[in-house]
């Protein structure tokens, strides 16, 4: 399986969001700061969704303290009451951000236009050579300096003084040296003609421009989690007392008694104790028809109910709901890293530098062979320094991650971390569990075959005896059916289960066996083979009937069959697959007759079944498949946790149990088969946003720099605004590449839309 990258001696995890990062090397930056806290034992910081994950090695109240205070000391900011379940603190951080942003571009631009419209009236001779004129440039271009980029100013000085280079020191040279030529003339008109103010206030300005528009494009890319968490309701109806107050949802408490009226928002996750309804789960699992509930069944924080009222009892609230899980998740698959993003972490660490010594290799260029003197080569230099944009590199990747996981949880899919979307296009096998992955799970009794001088009844009772608290779906199974023929089942003990054999216990002082045949003739059990038999004539076992046996104190007293009827998507899916290229496989620990039938009803080539495979081999059995290609592994159950693992990528289903969730990279938050076509379509569409933002950001530069350079001023049939790139267009051009980069990824949000 292919995880994130994480410290295995960490024992609790920090998420803080962050502000004032404005470039790829500031997520460096904050990196390296976290990494010299005192138990820190790693930092990822994601500069698309501004937000640091912090692994400790102990949990300390302090270590909190210490992480903000190294990160402001770095520069940067940390927004104060965000949770990662609770966005508002941080949605409002985040919208006073935009603003403060959004005021400085406009002070920008008020002056910057008229400082445009004087440059070009003094180049054209239009106002003549007034002295004032200079002094009100210079006015003009400080207010664009000190307020629009004051921040890049700041934000340059730190990082040089940490000996690190980013974008800021790139956009504060430039303008810096643009303004620094031109202070000189203003003072000593006799030392020169030209000014660059306007070039020194449009770079600023149209950066500006660019970080606003880009910083508006990236919030919509966290639409997804914001939509999410607004439908949990603020406000709850819990009954005290006999009387039904309203309370802050955050007040209610485990076992407390809550009433939701029709049409409401379901606050926290419970259990129905009163009433019928039908309930919108489309939040959490993406699927748009409403589920009926009842007495008994459990209904989840942030669904919305139908028609009915409930009662409900609180099982989990605040943050243990499941919607707050699985934001929580989602947001620490946008933080961690993809594995390109290393490499590209690695080139924007020497990109600033890089671009630095180009800016004077030009400017030492253009001195000498030029002939237009040090105003021209002042300008070229000037144009490198601006136009050369390491935030495009750094945002084509985190971008992509964050829109695609977001997306991906609104379709019922959750991705545990990045590396798991890269892998889904990768994958070249698809392993499939059969109970309760290609089947329903839902196994129901067919016939019983006891031995002779036992009664059925007597069969079935007390294999529903051992079974009770099974979670496996044939347990499960055999107790509905003892329970719906009204068997009084003792309770049992010593309860022993050997997985992908059967089950031991105690029952009334006898000890029972149940599972399969192998298992109990190994136990000394002498299994009857006229009623083993009898069992293979019953009507539709080769449809798929699954045997299990049973023996008490060494007697075999006969077997009980069972079907469980493949879910109605997974012809169709299989079909897909497989029409992608892709080989499709059964792993089950059942017969192989039972796995062939299934493999058969579903389309998946019997060559392709792999039968009676125990759990401890199933790892070993994916391990095989591996020499193919990638493999991903779907299962359900406690038994697929180390095949899941051992998978490329394993795909656990939402309705399965927690240890084949918390195993899988990918979780199918709805029951449904189809929803792993859905993370293959998403993760194939991601690598290639991915990469196509690569492409993009680095053609860009290797494009644009040279021409920023003067590359193709001695072509003269060209028109002269390329020959010689204005640093202001520079500026422009750099702007957009970023924001370019996030439209791009954007649009992974039609993708996850039309599957």
């Known amino acids: 399986m292919n995880a994130p990258v994480s410290a295995a001696a960490a024992t609790e995890s920090i998420d803080l969001a962050l502000t004032g990062m404005r470039c790829a090397n500031c997520a460096g930056t904050i990196e390296r700061a976290l990494a010299r806290v005192p138990g820190v034992a790693a930092a990822q910081v994601n500069f698309a969704s501004e937000t640091a994950s912090v692994a400790l090695t102990k949990a300390d109240p302090a270590t909190r303290g210490a992480l903000v205070a190294a990160i402001e000391g770095a520069g940067f900011g940390v927004i104060v009451g965000a949770d990662a379940t609770d966005l508002s603190a941080e949605t409002a951080a985040r919208a006073a951000e935009l603003r403060a942003s959004w005021h400085r571009f406009l002070v920008g631009a008020a002056c910057t236009a008229p400082l445009m419209a ?18 009100a440039m210079l006015a003009l271009t400080l207010p664009v300096l000190a307020y629009t980029g004051g921040p890049h100013f700041r934000g340059a000085a730190r990082a040089l003084r940490a000996g690190r280079a980013n974008m800021d020191v790139l956009v504060a040279l430039g303008a810096g040296v643009a303004f620094a030529a031109s202070v000189p003339v203003v003072l000593a008109p006799a030392a020169g003609h030209h000014l660059y103010f306007e070039t020194a206030a449009a770079i600023v300005a ?70 019928e309804s039908a309930v919108d789960e489309s939040v959490l699992t993406g699927e748009s028809l409403p589920v009926a509930k009842g007495v008994g069944d459990t209904v989840a924080g942030g669904t919305l109910n139908g028609p009915g009222l409930l009662r409900l009892t609180a099982t989990r609230v605040g943050a243990a709901t499941a919607l707050s899980q699985i934001v929580r998740l989602v947001r620490a698959a946008q933080a961690s890293k993809a594995p390109v993003q290393a490499l590209v972490d ?114 079935l009772a007390l294999a529903a ?27 049992p003990a010593g309860v022993r289960a050997i997985g992908g054999r059967g089950l031991r216990a ?25 009623v083993s038999s009898d069992m293979s004539e019953m009507p539709g076992d080769r449809a798929g009937h699954t045997r299990v046996h049973v023996a008490r104190d060494g007697r075999y007293l006969g077997s009980i069959a069972l079907a469980d009827a493949p879910r109605p998507e997974a012809r169709e899916v299989v079909a897909a697959l497989r029409g992608q290229g892709l080989r499709v496989a059964l792993l089950t620990g059942d017969r192989r007759a039972t796995g062939q039938a299934i493999a058969a009803a579903v389309g998946i080539d019997a060559a392709d079944v792999y039968a009676e495979v125990l759990p401890a081999d199933k790892a070993a059995t994916v391990a095989a498949l591996q020499r193919m290609g990638p493999v991903a592994m779907v299962g359900d159950g406690v038994n697929d946790a180390p095949a899941l693992v051992q998978a490329d990528v394993g795909v656990a289903i939402g309705s399965g149990t927690d240890v084949a969730v918390d195993a899988a990279d990918v979780t199918l938050l709805r029951s449904d088969l189809r929803g792993l076509l859905d993370a293959l379509t998403i993760g194939r569409a991601t690598v290639r946003t991915i990469r196509r933002n690569l492409f993009w950001a680095s053609a860009y530069n290797l494009v644009l720099i040279p021409i920023a350079a003067g590359a193709l001023y001695p072509l003269s049939s060209l028109p002269g605004w390329l020959r010689a790139l204005d640093p202001a267009l520079a500026a422009g051009a750099m702007a957009l590449s970023s924001v370019t980069v996030v439209l791009s990824s954007l649009a992974l949000r039609r993708v996850a839309a039309n599957r």
Do not use: Y
């Open 118 to 135: 004087v440059s070009m009236a003094r180049d054209f001779g239009a106002v003549g050579d007034r002295p004032w004129l200079p002094w």
């Open 206 to 275: 149209l950066v500006a421009l660019g970080r606003l528009l880009e910083a508006r494009a990236r919030g919509r890319a966290g639409e997804a989690l914001r939509s999410l968490l607004a439908l949990r309701p603020r406000r709850a109806r819990v009954v005290r007392d006999d009387v039904e107050v309203e309370l802050p949802a955050e007040a209610v408490k485990v076992r407390d008694v809550v009433v939701v009226r029709p049409g409401e928002a379901i606050p926290v996750d419970g259990r129905v104790i009163a009433g």
């Open 346 to 459: 690695r080139i924007a660490a020497v990109f600033v530098p890089v671009v630095v010594g180009l800016a004077i290799l030009t400017f030492g260029t253009w001195l000498m062979v030029s002939s237009h003197g040090a105003a021209h080569a002042l300008m070229r230099a000037v144009a490198v320094l601006v136009i050369a944009c390491p935030c495009a590199l750094g945002l084509a990747t985190p971008t992509a991650l964050v829109v695609a996981t977001g997306a991906a949880a609104r379709r019922g899919l959750l991705f545990k971390h990045s590396a798991a979307l890269e892998t889904m296009r990768a994958v070249r096998v698809v392993v499939f569990d059969k109970t309760g992955t290609l089947t329903l799970g839902r196994p129901e009794l067919q016939a019983i075959a006891p031995a002779p001088g036992v009664a059925e009844d007597e069969l």
């Open 465 to 491: 005896a051992a079974e009770q608290g099974s979670e496996h779906p044939l347990g499960r199974a055999i107790v509905a059916a003892a329970r719906a023929r009204g068997a009084q089942l003792p309770a």
């Open 506 to 530: 105690l029952v009334e002082g006898a000890e029972v066996w149940i599972g399969t045949q192998a298992w109990l003739e190994s136990q000394g059990v002498a299994v009857d083979v006229s």
